[in-house]
């Protein structure tokens, strides 16, 4: 098995192609936990709920870039939504994003609009932006607060079925490639959805404590308890999915295995079974689970928490890169494998990636100087006053 067409020898999609969809993924989680208490009355996770919302949006912006960075002309790109094309699947993706869009842009408004008001009654560039995005409409009552409240319920309640179908539109791309065995099954998409909600739940936890470690606040342990346990069962069902999606297919030792168990084992041992699975899988899995069922001291529970959460923002991430990049190392004769290690100056390079995704955490900053994404954060001095 050492034959590679010539035309296979270079790897097409690069960092860019694993980047686009794990950025959506952080979309789609972080839209998910803000539901979680906008929708089904979570109260718990009230101290992130605003922070969760505001980075979906800001992900969200972010989420096509690295497609167009890929693209030799991204100008085109706006093609697909001035010729629409309802057959294409990446027309579809476009449909799909730019109603998200709306959605999410629309109910920060009516959840902040509160926040707005205040800021624009203010002076400088910050009030006149947000006198801007309310129309320069400043009314506000009781009777205002509630429609606003019903229709950003409404609205975060529709996103729900958006945000799976915006990543799971990611993992249907790859999926309905039938050509390429590493990908086409019917459960790609379904996996790329849980893995999705495992990350953004866990960039949340981890920007939660880092801002918090910052601002020197305190931690709202219930916040945090809640957001570890939802995090440890859909990582339970998303690691379970990819697992029983590999082993069916080598219980029923189909042709298409003896060339993907030969990619496991030759191409992808490290990063797949060692790192994403033996590694960032099973020690996250033991973490959070110690975190749900044993009382500890409340720093333990919160380093261990941290420390799984950000092992499986990796895990995520490993599992977009052997998914894009492992199913382009296999040949499409199935007689061979080529090889890839992103560069680091490259146009779609390893230095690009970080930059971009870097970015939204400057523009949630910039966001929350402007509105408060965390209103209800106490110092820890006023809590050791209070006690």
């Not at 590493?182 to 893995?195: C, D």
């Amino acid at each position: 098995m050492d034959y590679v067409f010539p035309n296979e020898i270079n790897v097409t999609w690069t960092v860019m192609i694993v980047l686009y969809p794990y950025i959506t993924g952080l979309v789609a989680g972080a839209f998910i936990v803000s539901s979680l208490y906008h929708v089904f009355g979570r109260n718990e996770l009230k101290p992130v709920a605003r922070f969760s919302l505001a980075s979906a949006f800001v992900f969200l912006l972010f989420a096509t870039l690295p497609l167009l960075v890929h693209l030799g002309h991204p100008e085109r790109a706006f093609n697909i939504m001035i010729t629409p094309n309802f057959t294409s699947a990446m027309a579809g993706f476009g449909y799909i994003y730019t109603t998200y869009l709306i959605l999410v842009v629309l109910e920060i408004w009516f959840v902040m609009r509160a926040d707005f008001i205040r800021r624009a009654k203010g002076t400088g560039l910050a009030a006149l932006v947000c006198r801007a995005l309310l129309f320069f409409n400043l009314h506000e009552d009781e009777q205002t607060r509630k429609g606003d409240h019903k229709i950003a319920t409404f609205l975060a309640g529709l996103g729900i079925p958006l945000a799976c179908l915006l990543h799971g539109y990611v993992g249907f791309l790859f999926g309905s490639l039938k050509a390429n065995p590493w990908w086409a099954t019917p459960l790609m998409f379904v996996i790329f959805i849980f893995s999705a909600i495992v990350s953004g739940i866990s960039v949340l936890i981890f920007h939660y404590f880092v801002v918090s470690f910052l601002n020197g606040w305190k931690v709202d342990q219930a916040c945090v308890r809640s957001m570890g346990r939802y995090l440890w069962g859909f990582m339970i069902v998303a690691v379970a999915l990819e697992l029983l999606e590999i082993l069916s297919i080598a219980y029923k030792q189909t042709e298409e295995w003896e060339v993907l168990g030969e990619l496991i084992e030759r191409k992808l041992f490290l990063s797949y079974v060692v790192l994403q699975f033996m590694t960032f899988s099973l020690i996250p899995f033991l973490l959070l689970g110690i975190a749900a069922l044993i009382k500890l001291r409340e720093r333990l529970a919160n380093a261990i928490t941290w420390i799984a959460a950000t092992m499986l923002l990796a895990q995520v991430l490993l599992m977009r890169w052997n998914v894009v990049i492992g199913g382009q190392l296999l040949s499409k004769s199935l007689r061979g494998f080529t090889s890839y290690f992103p560069g680091l100056f490259e146009k779609e390079g390893v230095l690009i990636a970080v930059i971009i995704f870097t970015m939204p955490f400057i523009i949630l900053y910039v966001f929350h100087r402007i509105v408060p994404l965390f209103p209800d954060a106490v110092p820890k001095s006023a809590r050791t006053a209070e006690r």
